[in-house]
T-cell receptor, first 116, second 111 residues
Framework: GAVVSQHPSWVICKSGTSVKIECRSL??????MFWYRQFPKQSLMLMAT?????????EQGVEKDKFLINHASLTLSTLTVTSAHPEDSSFYIC????????????FGPGTRLTVT | SQKIEQNSEALNIQEGKTATLTCNYT??????LQWYRQDPGRGPVFLLL?????KEKRKERLKVTFDTTLKQSLFHITASQPADSATYLCALRGSWGKLQFGAGTQVVVTP
C-alpha cells in the first residue's frame, strides 16, 4: 500500500505557457501533500505544503502566484507552473502523508519539466 | 542555520562488501532521522526511520545507527549487490516540522 502517482512523468513546454502536474495517492487518503523540486545533484527542496481543503503554505522564496497548488480532495493535489520560464525546468516531486501523527511521507515518481 | 551533510563523492564498492554512508547534521534536535533511496529520474523511496532513543535499527541487509551526541547517523548496506546502486538520502524534521533532506550520496556497486 501507500502508492503515490504523478502525471505526467515528463513534459516539455514553451516559455510563457502553463503546465499542470497531478499528484494522486492511490490507495490511501492523504491529509497532507508536499511539493518538492530537485535540481541535478542537489537535495530535494520543499516548495509548499498543502492540506486538503486549505490553502497551501509556501516556503520562503517560492512564488505562490507562479506555483499554484490545489489540494481539492484527500487523494489529489495539483501543481500548476504558470508562465513557465527556462529556469523553472526541474524535477518536481510530490509526496503524501496520512497525517494523524504518522510522519512517513510517500513519494511520487516525479515529473521532469523542461521549458524551452 | 540548519545543515545536513552527506558525502558528495560517490561511493564505489565491490559486490559483497559493506557500504557505509554518513549523515552529519547541525542545529537540529531531531526526534528521528530517516533514510531514503533515490534512483535516477525517480522519487525517493523510504527505507528506514530511527528514533532518537534508538541506537541501531536493522531491516534485511540495511543497518542504521543514530548518535545524537555526535549528531551523526551511519547507514550500512551489508553484502552489497549491483541492484543497491542508487543515491541514498538522509532526512530530518527541522524547524516548523518540515522534512529536510541531505543532498545524498551515490553508491555504485560493481560485480
Amino acid at each position: 500500500g501507500a502508492v503515490v502517482s504523478q502525471h505526467p512523468s515528463w513534459v516539455i513546454c514553451k516559455s510563457g505557457t502553463s503546465v499542470k502536474i497531478e499528484c494522486r495517492s492511490l490507495d490511501f487518503q492523504a491529509t497532507t501533500m508536499f511539493w518538492y523540486r530537485q535540481f541535478p545533484k542537489q537535495s530535494l527542496m520543499l516548495m509548499a505544503t498543502s492540506n486538503e481543503g486549505s490553502k497551501a503554505t509556501y516556503e520562503q522564496g517560492v512564488e505562490k502566484d507562479k506555483f499554484l497548488i490545489n489540494h481539492a480532495s484527500l487523494t489529489l493535489s495539483t501543481l500548476t507552473v504558470t508562465s513557465a520560464h527556462p529556469e523553472d525546468s526541474s524535477f518536481y516531486i510530490c509526496s503524501a502523508s496520512r497525517g494523524g501523527g504518522q510522519d512517513e511521507q510517500y513519494f511520487g515518481p516525479g515529473t521532469r519539466l523542461t521549458v524551452t | 542555520s540548519q545543515k545536513i551533510e552527506q558525502n558528495s563523492e560517490a561511493l564505489n564498492i565491490q559486490e559483497g562488501k559493506t557500504a557505509t554512508l554518513t549523515c552529519n547534521y547541525t542545529n537540529y534536535s531531531p526526534a528521528y532521522l530517516q533514510w531514503y533511496r533515490q534512483d535516477p529520474g525517480r522519487g525517493p523511496v523510504f527505507l528506514l526511520l530511527i528514533r532518537e532513543n534508538e541506537k541501531e535499527k536493522r531491516k534485511e541487509r540495511l543497518k542504521v545507527t543514530f548518535d545524537t551526541t555526535l549528531k551523526q547517523s551511519l547507514f550500512h548496506i551489508t553484502a552489497s549487490q549491483p541492484a543497491d546502486s542508487a543515491t541514498y538520502l538522509c532526512a530530518l524534521r527541522g524547524s516548523w516540522g518540515k522534512l529536510q533532506f541531505g543532498a545524498g550520496t551515490q553508491v555504485v556497486v560493481t560485480p
